[in-house]
């Protein structure tokens, strides 16, 4: 399934431009923005992972070619292009190593084969850290000179933000605070990852589910019963619904995980002391927009506060981010733009 | 108690030439450094914190005019001062806040005071961020590009450098590992902030204290009860001399401290993945030259091999500081250094 928009004119966007590519398992995001951050064009297509990374780099370049071409820019107003990719990977060497969401694609000089193909710069990202970097330049976050960002899914993914600088890390594993340890106790849930005690073992929707189905084995009262009974499956989707329906069970189960979430949350806010913390990704049960996305914030803003720093609680800003599953590709063209005025200012 | 120190002649230092201070509950220490963190001329008084925040300003002010005299230093020769001081702060308005070390000292604006009284610019830093830019510049972290360092003692303080800046966090507490939680449980064990289940809670010389009273409360064997009826405080020195005079329960409170740390330690390498993280501070065991202290730091080396990401168990350096106590003068010199250079890019 591929998807086009068109966003704003070229006549409203302020030059120059960068391109943004978010790739994903499933599918790959690319845009051309505008020096504000604002998208001129968007097109998404399949991964296809079974046709290998040197494909997927040569029809992410003509996809970005034919984005460029249908908007009529001089090649030399498209200044670099940022790339978003799952891990594991070394972003120096902007090679792919082991890629769990991407099998097949192990060790691939992704960032210089798609320079090759689509001829001009690459930077070359983590996608949380892009994601993170997208709420930054031009999302929630456009108002913090630094941030942490929490993408909430099957897993946790964590993008950091320090005075408008990635924190990539030393081995390319800089803000993985999903798998930060908040139960030291050799009997810590087991993460997905092999280790125990991590956040991600407590407050992503895998584990959401798992503690939901520890709860039934216990046989503790809940309309979830009668949703099984009918056949669905265990998702917090489900789990929302039964909590807006006035399931006890599935709200104490979605609020145990904002109170999770705000342990994590305090040891990032403890370690770099952002200006604020944005959560975003699938499991945000409808956000802003809904009452129990709404009681899940406020939920994890209240133990934040509680378990904070009084400096911290009072100015910490907890928030939801505000650009969906754009984030990545967003952000990835913002993270191009930095290090193109970076380049620039070298000389 | 005044200490002055002569250790490199201007002859062998590289010029222009930096001052750092170091500002203690119960000393100042003030040295002048050459432009490769060498130092040249080193004096400490004490604090006397009765006479006051604006007196003891006056007196860093002398004290360093003195050196730079004895020095024969040309005023245009000695760039600027970093001032490391303990917290609470706030750094960019140059205040000091509510320090627990320095009682009457409140909301005093320490920074613009130090720099009228001596005539040139000064750099306000926190005094765990100075020491672990000291180890930066001139200490065991001069091969890295960013580094944590904890300090161990009383409590625990933190400071992260990252690419060569200074993690000072939005409201000027970034770094504040000590107060990160290991353990979220509401029985976690009681911080001095108040907190429950953070790290300095688990692993600070305080912590060690109480855990080997209750060990002894519970009548657990050892030869430490005869040390106290010899009238001995507990201390994690005399638990240190027991350990090494072979005693089981007070190498088992030593190696359970290391491993308390190194979960503290994971959870920073998770968050920001820095090149290496340094251990210093008065609670190490006599160091790298103790048989006791070896034992600290391979424990501490190994439960993080045990639980971080491989390739952060396979790269990343644990090990002492080097610079000892002269870390916080020497940080700030090179925190005051690092922002002349900034400022003098700018033009």
């Known amino acids: 399934m591929t998807d086009t928009r068109t ?34 064009l968007y097109h998404s297509f399949p991964t296809e992972i079974e046709r290998g990374p040197d494909d997927a780099a040569r029809r992410m370049a003509g996809a970005v070619a034919e984005l460029i071409g249908k908007l009529g820019l001089r090649p030399s107003e498209v200044k670099s292009l940022g790339l978003g990719s799952p891990g594991t990977m070394d972003l120096r060497a902007g090679v792919l190593l082991d890629p769990v969401n991407l099998p097949g694609w192990q060790n691939f000089p992704l960032r210089d084969r798609l320079r090759q193909y689509c001829g001009m710069p690459v930077t070359f990202a983590n996608d949380a850290g892009a994601a993170a970097f997208g ?38 594993t800089g803000a993985e605070c999903g798998h930060t340890l908040i139960d030291f106790h050799p009997d810590g849930r087991l993460c997905s990852c ?8 407590y407050a992503s929707a895998t584990a959401l589910v798992k503690r939901t189905i520890e709860a039934l084995e216990s046989g503790m009262k809940t ?57 975003g990704g699938a499991m945000t049960f409808g956000g802003k927009n809904s009452t129990l996305g709404q009681r899940f914030l406020a939920t994890i803003q209240e133990e934040v506060r509680r378990r904070a720093f009084p400096i911290l609680a009072a100015e910490t800003t907890i928030d939801y981010a505000s650009l969906g599953s754009d984030a990545g590709y967003i952000g990835a063209a913002g993270l191009a733009r930095a290090e193109h005025a970076r380049l620039s200012a070298r000389g």
Chains 1, 2 share one sequence.
């Open 194 to 201: 092999g280790q125990t005690g991590h956040l991600e073992a």
């Open 135 to 172: 709420e930054f330049w031009a999302g929630s976050g456009k108002q913090f000179q630094s941030l942490a960002m929490f993408t909430l899914g099957t897993g946790i993914g964590c993008g950091i933000i320090i005075n408008g600088v990635s924190v990539d890390g030393s081995h390319s």
């Open 7 to 40: 966003l704003i004119s070229p006549a409203d966007a302020k030059p120059p431009y960068f391109v943004g590519v978010d790739l994903g398992g499933s599918s790959v995001k690319t845009g051309i923005l505008d020096d504000l951050g604002q998208t001129l």
């Open 223 to 279: 309309s979830l019963n009668a949703r099984i009974d009918r056949g669905a499956k265990l998702t917090p989707l489900i789990l929302a619904e039964e909590a807006e329906a006035g399931d006890t069970l599935s709200l104490e189960l979605i609020v145990d995980t904002a109170k999770y979430l705000a342990v994590g949350i305090v040891n990032v806010m403890h370690t770099v002391d952002p200006d604020g913390v944005l959560l």
